[in-house]
C-alpha cells in the first residue's frame, strides 16, 4: 500500500537551512506528483511546493526564493530544502501525494506522511 | 491566488446532530474542492473531492454539495469519532493550491 513518511531534525536554529525526506512506498516517483505541505501550531495548511512526477517542480511564490525540492527515484525519496529560518518557520511539515487514476493526475492529496515536527529556535 | 474562506471556525454540536461547515472561494473554482479531515495529532485525511464525491472508505454520514464560489461540507448524525479539523481546499487554478483556514469541530 501506498506510504509516506516524513523525517529530519526536530529543532533548527535561526538563519539555518532545513533538510526534510520524504520516503515512499507503493508507489513510484516517475509516476507520482509530491507536495511539501506545512502547519504551525494551532493553524492552518500551507502547501509549499511540488515535485512532479517528470522531475519539474513549483513553488509557493512566498517561499520560493528560500526552497528546494528534489528526489533520488532509486531511493524512493523526495527532498525539501530550505533556507534562512525563522521563528515563524515552526511547524509541522508534512509530504503528500497526489492522487493518480489511470495515468491522470487527480490534483487533490490522497496519501499523506504522518509529519514531522521542526522547531526552530536558538 | 484564490482566497479559500470557512466558517465557523469552531463548533460544537451533540451526538446524532447533523452539522454543516461552509467553505467560500474567492472566485469560482468549478466544483474543484476537496475537503479533509485531521483529528487531533494525525496527518489531514481526504474526504471529499470534486465537491461531492466521497473518498473510498469514508462513511456515507459525510456529504459535500455547492458549486461557484460556495461550498459545504454536512456531516448527519455525528458520531464521536468526528471530532476533527475540516479543512477545504481549491484545485481549480494550481499553483498554489490553497487551503481554507479550518473548522473545528467539537462534541457539545
Known amino acids: 500500500q501506498v506510504q509516506l513518511k516524513e523525517s529530519g531534525p526536530g529543532l533548527v536554529q535561526p538563519s539555518q537551512t532545513l533538510s526534510l525526506t520524504c520516503t515512499v512506498s507503493g508507489l513510484s516517483l516517475t509516476s507520482n506528483s509530491v507536495s511539501w505541505i506545512r502547519q504551525p501550531p494551532g493553524k492552518g495548511l500551507e502547501w509549499m511546493g511540488v515535485i512532479w512526477s517528470n522531475g519539474g517542480t513549483d513553488y509557493n511564490s512566498a517561499i520560493k526564493s528560500r526552497l528546494s525540492i528534489s528526489r533520488d527515484t532509486s531511493k524512493s525519496q523526495v527532498f525539501l530544502k530550505m533556507n534562512s529560518l525563522q521563528t515563524e518557520d515552526t511547524a509541522m511539515y508534512f509530504c503528500?501525494?497526489?492522487?493518480?487514476?489511470?495515468?491522470?493526475?487527480?490534483?487533490?492529496?490522497?496519501?499523506w506522511g504522518q509529519g514531522v515536527m521542526v522547531t526552530v529556535s536558538s | 491566488d484564490i482566497r479559500m474562506t470557512q466558517s465557523p471556525a469552531s463548533l460544537s454540536a451533540s451526538l446524532g446532530e447533523t452539522v454543516n461547515i461552509e467553505c467560500l472561494a474567492s472566485e469560482d473554482i468549478y466544483s474543484d474542492l476537496a475537503w479533509y479531515q485531521q483529528k487531533p495529532g494525525k496527518s489531514p485525511q481526504l474526504l471529499i473531492y470534486n465537491a461531492n464525491s466521497l473518498q473510498n472508505g469514508v462513511p456515507s454520514r459525510f456529504s459535500g454539495s455547492g458549486s461557484g464560489t460556495q461550498y459545504s461540507l454536512k456531516i448527519n448524525s455525528l458520531q464521536s469519532e468526528d471530532v476533527a479539523t475540516y479543512f477545504c481546499q481549491q484545485y481549480n487554478n494550481y499553483p498554489p493550491w490553497t487551503f481554507g483556514g479550518g473548522t473545528k469541530l467539537e462534541l457539545k
Open positions: 503528500a501525494r497526489m492522487g493518480v487514476y489511470y495515468g491522470l493526475l487527480l490534483p487533490y492529496f490522497d496519501y
